[in-house]
């Protein structure tokens, strides 16, 4: 007689574990990698807001601008915070520029302080919990959005301003003769 019950197993199922890793959980493709979004505070939005606080002048032409420039140094703060939970020790200047200059750099810095590998992968479903990189590049994109408003700002006082900030954008490696082709 088979002492074994018709709902009991015969073979031995290969358990998986049923807690998730966050090292081994897929990456989030709505959220782009840890390098480009330095790469994009450090060098494409620097250039364009060093551009803009000079179409605009120095002192800031305008209630306007002085509102704008301060919601951008705000934003990249806000993006330095949630890259990493520390604050800066140290003062930034009182100056807009510098502070903005000071604020990007900051923001860098901590952005590079996170592990490129687990940027970007979602969070285990058992920690309940939303991952940094969602927060990080919602923050990029109000960045982002400052900018705009600031370069429509710019636009106002400069109205060349856009022949600056395209300018550099193609660079020829091999220059074109100055002689006639034909």
Known sequence: MNS?????????????????????????????????????????????????????????????ADIELRAICRSIDRLADAAKFSRATNHAPSEIGARITWSINHAVSSLGSLDANLFGRRYPFQTL??????????????????????????????????????????????PLREQRMA
């Open 129 to 174: 919990e939303r991952s940094k990189g969602e927060a990080l590049y919602g923050t990029l994109l109000v960045v982002i959005n400052h900018v705009h408003r600031l370069t429509t700002l710019a636009r106002a006082a400069d109205p060349n301003v856009d022949e600056r900030l395209l300018e550099g954008l193609v660079v020829l490696q091999e």
């Open 4 to 64: 074994t019950l018709a709902t009991e197993p015969t073979e031995k199922v290969a358990s998986k574990p049923l807690l998730e890793t966050w090292g081994k959980n897929e990456r989030m493709r709505h959220i782009p990698p840890l390098g480009w979004i330095i790469e994009k505070l450090d060098i494409d939005l620097r250039r364009r807001i060093d551009k803009l606080i000079a179409a605009i002048g120095s002192p800031p032409s305008g209630e306007a």
